[in-house]
């Protein structure tokens, strides 16, 4: 593994962490619609980085190649079913099952690309699985709950995504420049999906069905001002480096390696939300011990897996 990938991928998971605390604080201190603060988070950042990246030589091909195109839609797959997930379990609950990408994308590059993982890995991945069957019948409803099967969609989509970023043309040895173009780009390309997707389902839910979107919870998150002040900055100072991270870690080190360091992430948000409440920038909430105890599990797994490599 790379350095420079390694500390790609820890900047990334430290922005995808101060993302997560900060956007719940925005919906416990202003009660925001989750989904309208995601959708102004990608906008605004995605626009930040296609501005300071330089509209002089716009690399085109950003958005001519398919594949930017293929990132695009099944990140708004993923963010839609995470997002609807939500709906059936919390947030901390969600972000731990979301560790499911790691076994699924060693999964995935070992079809795609024959990167296979040896006997100590698949112990250290049984390990994941067994801490993940754990969490999951500690839901209500259990397995039967519907946000296994939304987190299932989700994580299979991220994984289609990031290996769909591993091989494309921009993110092949690409400078800052082109990689914060490629990533703009997606992030726009995103937003604008989100918005019609999630409207469209939204209108056309069932009764009974948890929105995807609440068109009037969306109305008055987007009539407080202070909303246009804490999404935009978190979009641009998270949620976009944390993308741009990503990608230029996805390329050095590969799919599953860095979907292993991400296993970093529950712990890096729990962690930096004690410290908020501490300073009392969010209320207090209740600690789930065991969890922490299978977010700590699947960390040493996913070390164990790497030091398998």
Known sequence: MTLIGVAASLVAVLCWAVMSV?????????????????????????????????????????????????????????????????????????????????????????????????????????????????????????FGNPAVLCLMISESSVIVASVVSERHPLNQGAGVRLRAQLTGTIMVIVALGFLALWTVVSLAAPAGMVPLLDLAAARASLADPWLWVMAPAIGILARGPAMYCALHAIRALGTERYMLILTGMPIASLALEQGAVAAGLLPPTPTDWRDLAFALTMAAAAALVIRAR
């Not at 939500?86 to 901390?92: E, K, P, S, V």
């Not at 590059?109 to 019948?137: D, E, K, P, Q, S």
């Open 22 to 142: 900060s956007t719940r604080g925005q919906i416990a201190a202003r009660g925001h619609d989750a989904a309208t603060l995601t959708l102004v988070q990608l906008a605004a950042g995605g626009v930040f980085l296609l501005v300071v990246s330089g509209a002089r030589g716009f690399e085109r091909a950003a958005i001519r190649l398919p594949a930017t195109w293929v990132i695009g839609l099944f990140r708004v797959i993923s963010a839609t079913a995470f997002t609807a997930a939500l709906g059936y379990a919390g947030a901390g609950k969600v972000t731990l099952l979301s560790v499911l990408n790691v076994p699924l994308g060693a999964l995935g590059v070992w079809l795609l690309f024959g990167r296979g993982v040896t006997a100590l890995g698949l112990a250290g991945h049984g390990v994941i699985l067994a801490c993940l069957a754990g969490l999951a019948m500690n839901l209500d409803g259990g």
